[in-house]
């Protein structure tokens, strides 16, 4: 059985694993292939800090929030296995900062010891009224996609360095099942008129002095357009910048002066930091992460695509929960095809 996964950042790829290491011992026939026109390093994913935190508000998607912890808890029970340090996987610290109150988040009974920031702290951050502070988990991009490719590489997946044009085009090769995960690129795919670029920008600075996250909220200009400050384990992440339908992927001038001037103004030492890198991106932004299946009729045969896509600025946060939940929908069109036999497939 062939499967066909579009997109090779953090959704195609661990949707890839997840299927992979699920069903491979139950159908020795599984094919599993993953077509891109972009591969890590130069995907969306490497660029985002990755930073494991939803947005502050969830918009009431208690489905989102349960694939975010989904994720969580499954990178946690990684934290000490030797892989953690290849993954780009850690624990940090740190601060979300408001200037009025907010409500708390969905999440924070997920991370580890929320709690509000006291007087004291906040007199570190002048002009911020109210705050947190928690533990979450860095998963950097960059170190995580080619230790998900090695992995899928390993347990012989193919890699096709192509632009896919069409769900008919693998159809017709023979392909049996598509998995649309090519976040930006869905809408080129199929329509989707709820997708829309949420442009970022940041600066990559060497700061070591600086330990902890830093990221602050602007409830009337909305998620991301205040600055934030995410260390990493070589470089620190400098950014405060999201332009709904913006689609340009070129650093701009304007942006670089508006995040250096936000971030060095709320840690007046990174005045002193060196500029290594810059990056700007697209966020596939949606109301709600699509997920789900959809059989389409070719001819005289019924083909099935999972889709899995519009995962925002969180797609590192809610990866695996939503690969887990994919394969779920994979194991379904199995048990319909019949090809697991009886007994049906496990309960995943």
Known sequence: MRVA????????????????????????????????DHFTPNTTSDGAAGLWQPYVSDRGNLQETLWNKETFDHLLGQLHSPAAKEMGLFLISGYNLFREPPPDPSWKNIVLGFRHLTPKELELFPGYSHGWFNTALMLEGRS??????????????????KKVESFQELFSQGVDVVLNCSGMRSGELQP?????????????????WVKHFIITHDL??????????????????LGGVYQHGNWSEENSAKDHKSIWDSCCQLLPALQKAKIVGEWSGLRPARPSVRLERESIR???????????????????????????????????????????????GPRL
């Open 5 to 36: 996964v579009i997109g090779a950042g953090v959704i195609g790829l661990s949707s890839a694993l997840c299927i992979q290491e699920q069903f491979q011992s139950l159908l020795p026939s599984l094919q599993l292939e993953i077509y891109a």
């Open 144 to 161: 995580y996609l080619p230790w998900l490719t090695n992995r899928l590489t390993q347990r012989g997946v193919k890699f096709f360095h």
């Open 192 to 208: 989707d008129p709820e997708l829309q670029p949420g442009r970022g920008q940041i600066i990559r600075v060497l700061a070591p």
């Open 220 to 237: 009337k200009s909305g998620i991301y357009n205040s600055p934030y400050v995410i260390p990493g384990s070589e470089f620190t992440v």
């Open 298 to 344: 070719l001819g005289n045969r019924q083909a099935e695509v999972i889709h899995n896509y519009g995962h925002g600025g969180f797609g590192l946060t809610i990866h695996w929960g939503c690969a887990m939940a994919a394969a779920r929908l994979f194991g379904t069109i199995l048990q319909e095809k019949q090809q697991l036999g009886t007994p049906p």
